[in-house]
Nanobody, 122 residues
Framework: QVQLVESGGGLVQAGGSLRLSCAAS????????MGWFRQAPGKERESVAA????????DYADSVKGRFTISRDNAKNTVYLQMNSLKPEDTAVYYC???????????????WSQGTQVTVSS
């Protein structure tokens, strides 16, 4: 029912920045909590960031605190992940996710995107 299409991935050198965008279909975007998770080769999925529907609550994985920022523009049905000071360890496929209930990093998405590759070279 809800489609999430993300963009902004690519190849960047260590220390650089990328901004991921995730556009959602539907007219009830503001009612959904949003999040970002990632999966690197040979590793389990890791929840990176979460944001409540109204934007009042956020949570970040310890590995990205101070470097990544999640935000949303409900008027544009879009959620963003600003990634600064990127490290090779951040290399992964990144996904955005939507859920009607905010659970912080323990979210259980009702919908998720196709994923976009982020590669950080050393």
């Amino acid at each position: 029912q809800v489609q999430l299409v993300e963009s902004g991935g690519g190849l960047v050198q260590a220390g650089g920045s990328l901004r991921l965008s995730c556009a959602a279909s539907g007219r009830t975007f503001s009612l959904y909590a949003m999040g970002w998770f990632r999966q690197a080769p040979g590793k389990e999925r890791e929840s990176v960031a979460a944001l409540s529907g109204g934007g009042s609550m956020t949570d970040y994985a310890d590995s990205v605190k101070g470097r990544f920022t999640i935000s949303r523009d409900n008027a544009k049905n879009t959620v963003y992940l600003q990634m600064n000071s990127l490290k090779p360890e951040d290399t992964a496929v990144y996904y955005c996710a939507a859920e009607r209930l905010y659970r912080g990093l323990r979210y259980r998405p009702d919908y998720w995107s196709q994923g976009t590759q982020v590669t950080v070279s050393s």
